[in-house]
């Protein structure tokens, strides 16, 4: 990942529209009032998020869907806006479009980041960021450490709840990121994992889907 400075005198988002058409296949982000440049993701990468993905299928179709590549419009400054991997998102999230195709925040159940080069931003200023938009879930694949980490419950513009589950490990999503009680039910949505067996519960392998090439 690069940190790019504009042109004295250019607006960010002028300088960041530049750098999409310049840089075809990169990513070009403005967090913290900083311009973030990521170059196009690596096998393992692609790998782990298509995985994700498809194990992420019981969120599509019940009021959210799952998507790639759908822009996040934040709130931590006038140009400010995210790129997530992968997000859980409000069916007719399109509707809710802020500006360079960039959707509001209120949109989005959970964003997903897989780490490549742009690591200690994902796991730095990327949970700030979300936190202070109120998405309810971010979820990091740390690819490096072999882990996922998962941040929840933002208050006062911080996750008020980080999680780790190392290589090995399984790990229920949120609830709070479904919608609607027709959500199809995990057979351990009994009590037996630890929740009050009242909602379902997905529950995700580590090793299924974050790839280390």
């Known amino acids: 990942m690069t940190v790019v400075g504009p042109r004295a005198g250019t607006p960010l988002l002028d300088a960041a529209e530049g750098l999409y ?3 075809p296949g ?7 009032g900083r311009l973030l440049v990521t170059p196009p993701p690596d096998s393992g990468h ?16 019940h009021g959210t869907e799952v998507v790639q590549g759908v822009g996040l419009w934040l ?10 991997d992968l997000a859980v998102v409000e069916v007719g ?6 500006a360079f195709n960039c959707c509001a925040p209120e949109v989005f159940r959970m964003v997903v980041e897989i780490t490549s080069s742009n690591r200690i931003t994902d796991l ?10 109120a998405v309810p879930v971010y979820l990091v694949g740390d690819r490096r450490r072999r882990e996922v980490v998962v941040f929840s419950d933002p208050r006062g513009g911080e996750y008020r709840s980080r999680a780790v589950y190392p290589s090995g490990e399984r790990f229920l999503v ?19 994992d630890g929740t ?8 995700l392998d580590v090793d299924d889907f974050l790839i280390v090439e």
Not at 93 to 98: D, I, L, P, R
């Open 174 to 192: 949120p609830e709070v990121v479904r919608m609607g009680s027709d959500f199809p039910v995990h057979p351990r949505g009994d009590g037996s």
């Open 26 to 32: 990169h990513r070009v982000e403005i967090v913290g």
């Open 75 to 84: 709130p931590t400054g006038d140009e400010d806006y995210a790129v997530p």
């Open 196 to 203: 009050d067996g009242a909602g379902p519960a997905v529950e």
């Open 124 to 133: 730095t200023a990327k949970p700030q960021s979300y936190a202070a938009a």
């Open 21 to 23: 058409e310049a840089l």
């Open 46 to 61: 692609a790998r782990s998020l298509t995985r994700l993905t498809f194990a992420l299928a019981p969120f599509q179709g």
């Open 93 to 98: 999230f399109g509707k809710h479009t802020v």
